[in-house]
C-alpha cells in the first residue's frame, strides 16, 4: 500500500517541543511579549520561523530584532545537546520499516541537522531530510509533502505520513497522504482530544509499539518471519 515513510520531526523523531517552546517563551519575554505553553501549541506548532514572526507582529505590534532568530537558535540548541531525547520506539520502528523512509519539518536545515545528530539519528536517514526552506508555503499547505514525494520519486498516495501537529496532519491531508498521527510527546499528554474536521488524521498511535500493529504489511519480511 505504501512505498515512503515520511516522518516528521519535531514531536515525532524527537521529543523536542516542550523544550522549544520553553525557550521561546522564555526569549520572547526579554522583548515584553508575554504567552504560554498553550499559545505556542495553538499557534506555533508544526509552523515554521517565519510564520511565528509573522503571528507575532500580527498580534502584538512588535517586529522583533534582526538577531532574535540568532539568539534564539543558539540557546535552544544548547538545550538540546543537554536535554533532548528521541521518542521512544522510533528508532526501533524505522529500523524494521521495509519501505524507504525521509523526514519533512518546518525545522531550519541547522536545527534539524542539529537536532538528529544529537540524539543519532542521522545515520538513518543521511541526505533524506527536506524542509519548509525548500518550498514557497509551509504545512499546513502540502508544497512540503509534495516536494518530498516528489524527490524521492514517489507518488503522494503511496506515501504514509507520520505527523504530530494538527497543522502537519492539515499538510498531509492536503497533499493527499495517508496520514498518522503520533500522539505520544510530552508535549501532547493530557491535551489530545478529537481531532477537529478539517486535521482528521486516518490513523492515530499513542505509541510507536502500535505502529506495526497498525500498519503490518510495512514490517520487513525477515523480522515478520522471525517474530
Do not use: W
Request: aromatic content about 8%; proline content about 4%; charged content about 25%.
Amino acid at each position: 500500500m505504501f512505498d515512503l515513510v515520511i516522518f516528521d520531526c519535531d514531536g515525532v523523531l524527537i521529543d523536542s517541543e516542550l523544550i522549544s517552546a520553553r525557550m521561546l517563551i522564555a526569549e520572547l519575554a526579554l522583548h515584553d511579549v508575554d504567552i504560554d505553553l498553550d499559545y505556542v501549541t495553538r499557534h506555533f506548532l508544526g509552523r515554521s520561523y517565519p510564520v511565528v514572526l509573522k503571528q507575532i507582529r500580527t498580534e502584538f505590534g512588535i517586529d522583533l530584532p534582526d538577531t532574535f532568530e540568532a539568539e534564539y537558535r543558539a540557546r535552544l540548541l544548547a538545550a538540546f545537546a543537554a536535554e533532548l531525547t528521541e521518542c521512544k520506539g522510533v528508532r526501533d520502528v524505522i529500523s524494521r520499516l521495509g519501505v524507504p523512509t525521509c523526514v519533512a519539518t518546518s525545522s531550519s536545515p541547522t536545527r534539524v541537522a542539529t537536532s538528529l545528530k544529537c540524539v543519532g539519528l542521522s545515520g538513518l536517514f543521511g541526505d533524506r531530510v527536506f524542509t519548509a526552506s525548500q518550498v514557497s508555503a509551509g504545512k499546513p499547505a502540502p508544497d512540503l509533502f509534495l516536494f518530498t514525494a516528489a524527490r524521492m520519486g514517489v507518488a503522494p498516495e503511496r506515501c504514509l505520513v507520520i505527523e504530530d501537529s494538527l497543522n502537519g496532519v492539515r499538510a498531509g491531508l492536503a497533499a493527499g497522504m495517508t496520514v498518522c498521527r503520533y500522539v505520544g510527546g510530552s508535549h501532547l499528554a493530557g491535551k489530545v482530544g478529537p481531532d477537529p474536521d478539517d486535521a482528521r488524521a486516518h490513523h492515530r498511535i499513542t505509541d510507536f509499539d502500535q505502529f506495526f500493529a497498525t500498519f503490518p504489511e510495512l514490517q520487513r519480511m525477515e523480522d515478520c518471519n522471525a517474530t
